[in-house]
Antibody, heavy 120, light 110 residues
Framework: QVQLVESGGGLVKPGGSLRLSCEAS????????MTWIRQAPGKSLEWLAY????????YYRDSVKGRFTISRDNAKNSLFLLMNNLRVEDTAIYYC?????????????WGQGTLVTVSS | QSALTQPPSASGSLGQSVTISCTGT?????????VSWYQQHPGKAPQLIIY???KRPSGVPARFSGSKSANTASLTVSGLQADDEADYYC??????????FGTGTKVTVL
């Protein structure tokens, strides 16, 4: 079945870096856009970035531009999010989700999420 | 990129209906027919239940329906069941290739 599995979360100090991974299975990964979305504890969802099926174009929300980098390896069915200069307010569960290439905002399915905690 | 506005909570009795609103602007909901709704049970990842305002993914019951008028989208859950108790989030495509989510609504089944 279609499945997304995130990994790479953990505890990091402010100013530190972390690289999240999302391994896809059960569908033709290279045919789909992919996206990263996060959810701070007890808060709503926040879209972060998406990447087209080929790797370009890429779009980010303003608050993470220049700090976060989304990328993908279609040969390895994997999506990545490199996060630099992390801030306390980046603490959240980070989800990857598949995005339809023929529709906007159709995020389905989502992975189980990986927790990133930024604290000194 | 301000969040879409949803009521914090909504409730309905078993078998009854509940409607959740999601208010945005002409830069998101009002400008595009790309409104989605997600259901999230505690400790779980969100699940898509409505996309493109009114469409349901396969496997989602017809009890879930969506609509839009001007800058406000709505989700109606009919025939409420105990398992419908969850958090619900709307989202919309927005100008300049952005996406915005709603503030979330906790639905309680009485």
């Amino acid at each position: 079945q279609v499945q997304l599995v995130e990994s790479g979360g953990g505890l990091v100090k402010p100013g530190g870096s972390l690289r999240l991974s999302c391994e896809a299975s059960g569908f033709t990964f290279k045919d789909y856009y992919m996206t990263w979305i996060r959810q701070a504890p007890g808060k709503s969802l926040e879209w972060l970035a998406y990447i087209s099926s080929s790797g370009s174009p890429i779009y980010y929300r303003d608050s993470v531009k220049g700090r976060f980098t989304i990328s993908r390896d279609n040969a390895k069915n994997s999506l990545f999010l490199l996060m630099n200069n992390l801030r306390v307010e980046d603490t959240a569960i980070y989800y990857c989700a598949r995005e339809s290439s023929s529709s906007w905002g159709r995020f389905d399915p989502w992975g189980q999420g990986t927790l990133v905690t930024v604290s000194s | 990129q301000s969040a879409l506005t949803q009521p914090p909570s909504a409730s309905g009795s078993l078998g009854q209906s509940v409607t959740i609103s999601c208010t945005g602007t002409t830069s998101d909901i009002g400008g595009y027919n790309y409104v989605s709704w997600y259901q999230q049970h505690p400790g779980k990842a969100p699940q898509l239940i409505i996309y493109e305002v009114t469409k349901r993914p396969s496997g989602v019951p017809a009890r879930f329906s969506g609509s839009k008028s001007a800058n406000t989208a709505s989700l109606t859950v009919s025939g409420l069941q105990a398992d419908d108790e969850a958090d619900y989030y709307c989202s919309s495509y927005a100008v300049n290739n952005n996406f915005v989510f709603g503030t979330g609504t906790k639905v309680t089944v009485l």
